[in-house]
């Protein structure tokens, strides 16, 4: 399974599709249902972005969904402004020099340059960026040495960045290539940093969220319609579509029990099914009122 109901967003949207083209002739306009491979990989927008999805017909307003089993089932959640952060890979390579365990002062540790690399990364974000804007760096995985008692030759860290506001997210990769470069020299070993762009930040364009905030009374009743006052560190491709026109991106309670309550990318993950008929029930509403 893939555990964040990406499965769930198609079968609604598909199943809003399915209701809707029995409705063609009452809508005045043209509603286009975009069906994208790869998001959570990033870069499944920006191809179906380059091949035209978002023309031929011109799209004028775009909006999307996702589950989310922190808010309660049967409930919509909606932020103007940012609401996800961007999301950056790196990838670190540090090369020193072998020798034995037992002289390290003949070689160059890139072990210990690596340790030395990763308490500066966090030092970035405690000593470097302004306390009240909201950056996330984390290393997921290091790999590097090959014997208990080998100086290792070389280590790899890869990682991910997360900024909410385009300055920082400019400012970061900068940061980090300056910090870790000059940091690595000064150990007399060499790096070499890949710095990749998988998303921008999800900033929804107020009109649309006031939109999509007032369908969403109409469909979920005004109780069942929560104003979210943070943003998340978590990430999404949906900035693509809005880089190419104005819209909302909607979480879906889907938090029934303990069950369903599990986060994203749980193990045991389990979606409350019964919470797609709303999702559904917004697509068709949001749709019929726009094109109005």
């Given at each position: 399974?893939?555990?964040?109901?990406?499965d769930?967003?198609?079968?609604?949207?598909l199943?809003?599709?399915?209701r809707?083209?029995?409705?063609?002739?009452?809508?005045?306009?043209?509603?286009?249902?975009?069906f994208?491979?790869?998001?959570?990989?990033?870069?499944?927008a920006?191809?179906?972005?380059?091949?035209?999805?978002?023309?031929?017909?011109?799209?004028?307003?775009?909006?999307?969904?996702?589950v989310?089993?922190?808010?309660?089932?049967?409930?919509l959640?909606?932020?103007?402004?940012?609401?996800?952060?961007?999301?950056?890979r790196?990838?670190?390579?540090?090369r020193?020099?072998g020798?034995?365990?037992?002289?390290?002062h003949?070689?160059?540790?890139?072990?210990?340059?690596?340790?030395?690399v990763?308490?500066?990364?966090?030092?970035?974000?405690?000593r470097?960026?302004?306390?009240?804007e909201?950056?996330?760096v984390?290393?997921?995985?290091?790999q590097?040495?090959?014997?208990?008692?080998?100086?290792?030759?070389?280590v790899t860290?890869?990682?991910?960045?997360?900024?909410?506001s385009?300055?920082w997210?400019v400012?970061?990769?900068?940061l980090?290539?300056?910090?870790?470069?000059?940091?690595?020299?000064?150990?007399?070993?060499?790096?070499?940093?890949?710095y990749?762009?998988?998303?921008?930040?999800?900033?929804?364009h107020?009109?649309?969220s006031?939109?999509?905030r007032?369908?969403?009374?109409?469909?979920?009743?005004?109780?069942?319609?929560?104003?979210?006052?943070?943003?998340?560190?978590?990430?999404?491709?949906?900035?693509?579509?809005?880089?190419?026109?104005?819209?909302?991106?909607?979480?879906?309670?889907?938090?029934?029990?303990k069950?369903t309550?599990?986060?994203?990318?749980?193990?045991?993950?389990?979606?409350?099914?019964?919470?797609?008929?709303l999702?559904?029930?917004?697509f068709?509403?949001?749709?019929?009122?726009?094109?109005?």
């Open positions: 399974m893939h555990a964040c109901g990406h769930a967003h198609t079968a609604m949207l199943t809003a599709a399915l809707l083209a029995k409705e063609t002739k009452e809508l005045p306009g043209v509603v286009k249902f975009i994208q491979p790869d998001e959570e990989g990033s870069g499944g920006r191809r179906l972005v380059n091949l035209g999805v978002m023309e031929s017909p011109r799209v004028d307003a775009v909006f999307g969904i996702h989310n089993p922190r808010l309660p089932a049967g409930t959640g909606i932020k103007p402004g940012p609401l996800m952060a961007a999301v950056d790196f990838t670190i390579t540090i020193g020099e020798g034995h365990g037992a002289y390290p003949e070689g160059k540790d890139a072990i210990v340059m690596a340790a030395q990763i308490q500066a990364l966090q030092a970035i974000v405690s470097q960026v302004d306390p009240v909201p950056v996330v984390t290393v997921g995985t290091i590097g040495g090959n014997r208990f008692n080998i100086l290792a030759e070389s860290l890869t990682g991910t960045v997360r900024t909410l385009r300055e997210h400012k970061m990769p900068v980090i290539k300056g910090t870790v470069s000059a940091l690595v020299k000064s150990f007399g070993g060499r790096c070499d940093i890949q990749e762009v998988l998303g921008k930040p999800l900033i929804n107020p009109q649309m006031e939109l999509a007032r369908v969403a009374v109409k469909v979920a009743g005004a109780r069942n319609v929560i104003s979210l006052d943070r943003p998340s560190m978590g990430g999404e491709d949906f900035p693509e579509y809005l880089g190419r026109a104005p819209g909302c991106f909607v979480y879906l309670g889907t938090g029934a029990d069950k309550r599990r986060p994203w990318h749980h193990p045991e993950f389990v979606l409350h099914e019964e919470s797609m008929l999702g559904v029930k917004f068709c509403a949001l749709a019929k009122e726009r094109v109005r």
